[in-house]
């Protein structure tokens, strides 16, 4: 059946960017001052808007191109952004990071790769408990900088509607950094060296990656000076953003008309994601990415049944529009050969064409004898090495990944070329949340990816 003539805005009508209110919410904050919420909605619906329409439709059209398989999609950043890590540094390094694992990608898989941050707007977490209990006091769970902070203390933890307005600016001044890096020649292919981390020298991959660089320089050289001139999109890159947009009234607040459709749009990032234990079909989440036009993705976790997967695709792309739903499994090393064909046979099922990506991280989560959270390298590459066998088995094909990293150098994941072992989380552990692979891992993942045999 031919879906792709009837017009995308017709399952629209009916639907408010509030219309979420009138369902289910889970994961949201519990304030206590509606009259200082409502005034922190209002003053941040009338801020600037953060993206384009014109951006994220470019996003919409290459996540089209990745369903299809013609392109990879690249997702990373933080398992949550904080205020206090909003500085040029750290938003440099992460560009640093994902631009060279794009390189590896794109040299060793001989295709396009989009490159998305979990970045300017992971503000928000959704939590297992809503209270935690220490020595005896009880207060509500950290849920984020949007929403309270992490210290144990009343005052602390107490949700605050202004904390909302401070994301929304720490996300521009993130947005502004990404964008004068990108206009200023960082992501230039001929400079390659703009995106070096000091790390790189002293990096197990280091021998590989300089072979990978040396490499693009010479094709390059080579193809310009038989073009004579420069290869069209060799001096910059897109960068686009993603967050979880678990919070609804912030969402909501930045969701505007716009576009010469009128089509409603979430105008706080390109690209936003419902998490996992936010997926009900009844539920506000779904309820508020049904309406806004921007690509979407949703997270499939272990408990998901071929039913529900299968109502989703069809509440949040009735119309199969090319580009608009992104599965991202995180089913975890262990249970991903049973659970994935299922999955995958529930989309074929509907008809649509979605872009799959393998989150290998979310499913493989650990605590040490000491307290740490942590994932073991071996277990993300092994759910990521499944999750392209199973795809190519069946038939379907995975075009995108979705990590926790950071462009530092932590200790949170242990493994890996580097061997970082359990003693070493105590060296750099800095995450509030989860664990993300640090700047070798990383790396040493897109080479993995991209098919680069590593001694
Ligand atoms: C996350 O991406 O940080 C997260 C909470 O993931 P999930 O919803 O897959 O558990
Ligand atoms: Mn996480």
């Not at 879906?3 to 979420?20: F, L």
């Not at 499913?363 to 499944?386: A, D, P």
Request: charged letters at 25%.
């Amino acid at each position: 059946m031919n879906q792709k003539s009837r017009k995308p805005a017709a399952h629209r009508e009916n639907w408010r960017p509030d219309g979420w209110q009138d369902k289910p919410a889970r994961q949201q904050p519990q304030y206590r001052d509606a009259a200082a919420v409502d005034s922190a909605v209002g003053r941040l619906g009338r801020l600037p808007q953060l993206v384009t329409p014109g951006e994220i439709e470019a996003l919409k059209a290459q996540i089209a191109e990745a369903a299809r398989g013609e392109r990879f999609l690249l997702q990373g950043g933080d398992c949550a952004e904080s205020f206090d890590d909003c500085t040029g540094d750290n938003i440099a390094n992460k560009l640093k990071i994902l631009l060279q694992m794009s390189l590896v990608l794109v040299t060793g898989m001989r295709k396009r790769v989009t490159r998305v941050g979990r970045i300017a707007g992971q503000y928000a977490k959704p939590r297992s408990a809503d209270m935690e209990t220490r020595e005896g006091v009880t207060l509500p769970s950290y849920r984020g900088d949007l929403v309270n902070r992490p210290e144990f203390s009343f005052e602390a933890r107490e949700p605050d509607p202004e904390l909302m307005l401070r994301g929304y600016e720490r996300a521009a001044l993130t947005l502004n950094h990404i964008r004068a890096l990108v206009d200023g020649g960082f992501a230039d292919l001929h400079r390659p060296d703009n995106w070096d981390l000091d790390f790189v020298r002293h990096s197990p991959m280091e021998q590989e990656y300089r072979q990978i660089v040396d490499s693009v320089r010479d094709s390059l050289q080579f193809m310009e000076t038989i073009a004579g001139g420069r290869v069209a999109g060799s001096d910059r890159v897109d960068f686009f953003t993603s967050h979880e947009a678990l919070h609804l009234l912030y969402e909501q607040a930045q969701t505007h008309r716009m576009g010469p459709d009128g089509r409603w749009y979430n105008m706080s990032t390109h690209f936003p994601w419902i998490g996992m234990r936010t997926a009900e079909v009844d539920g506000a989440h779904v309820e508020y990415f049904r309406g806004i036009a921007n690509p979407v993705a949703v997270k499939v976790g272990p408990g998901m049944s071929a039913e529900h997967l299968r109502e989703l695709i069809e509440i949040l792309d009735p119309m199969d529009e090319p580009g608009r739903l992104t599965l991202i499994h995180r089913l975890g090393a262990g249970k991903i050969e049973e659970g994935l064909p299922p999955l995958i046979e529930a989309a074929r099922e509907t008809g649509r064409t979605v872009l799959w990506s393998c989150d290998p991280m979310h499913g493989n989560t650990e605590k040490t004898q000491s307290g740490y959270k942590t994932r073991r390298v071996e277990n993300v590459f092994s759910e990521l090495e499944q999750a392209f066998r199973i795809h190519q088995e069946l038939g379907s094909y995975l075009g995108g990944v979705h990590i926790e990293l950071t462009g530092e150098n932590v200790t949170e994941c242990v493994g890996g070329a580097s061997g970082l072992t359990e003693k070493d989380l105590e060296r750099a552990y800095r995450s509030q949340v989860d664990p993300r692979l640090n700047y070798d891992q990383a790396l040493e993942l897109a080479m993995r990816v991209a098919g680069y045999r590593l001694r």
